[in-house]
């Protein structure tokens, strides 16, 4: 029998959506995307590479809460509103993944809210 593990880390909003930040199956952590945060919560607007930076530090406190750490991503999902952004997106990626990066898709795609340009969702392995 596999065990399910909802995951609300500390200090995180509770969504506004039916959702769980992640959840952990057997050997697997699979977080919701992430987007960008305000200090004091919120949506941050700004400096799109902060933004990025923002999401996966989200990322990473999402899979602390499950016992993991970013190294053990082994697929990325990322949203970006505008194909632009992808030139910005990688530089930040590079930087945090380092020559080894996960598996990763990306998708552009209309957010619905004007002040979302980048969300990221992960799997990782615990094994």
């Given amino acids: 029998m596999t065990m399910i593990e909802r995951i609300h880390p500390e200090g995180f909003p509770v969504p506004a959506v039916p ?4 959840t952990r ?3 697997f952590v699979f ?4 987007t960008a ?7 941050y607007i700004g400096d799109f590479r902060r933004e990025v930076t923002s ?28 194909a632009t952004l992808f030139a910005p997106f990688n530089e930040v990626y590079r ?14 795609l209309d957010f619905g809210h004007p002040d979302v340009r980048v969300e ?4 990782a392995y615990l094994g």
């Fill in 55 to 82: 999401a996966l530090d989200n990322v990473e406190a999402v899979l602390a809460a499950a016992g993991a750490r970013l190294d053990q991503v082994v697929k990325i999902g990322a949203f970006l509103s505008n």
């Fill in 95 to 108: 930087e945090r993944f380092g020559a080894a990066p996960p598996a990763r898709t990306t998708v552009v």
């Fill in 31 to 34: 977080v919701s995307g992430q």
């Fill in 19 to 22: 959702l769980s930040h992640a």
């Fill in 37 to 43: 945060t305000a200090e004091g919560g919120g949506i």
């Fill in 120 to 123: 990221i969702e992960a799997i």
């Fill in 25 to 27: 199956a057997g050997d």
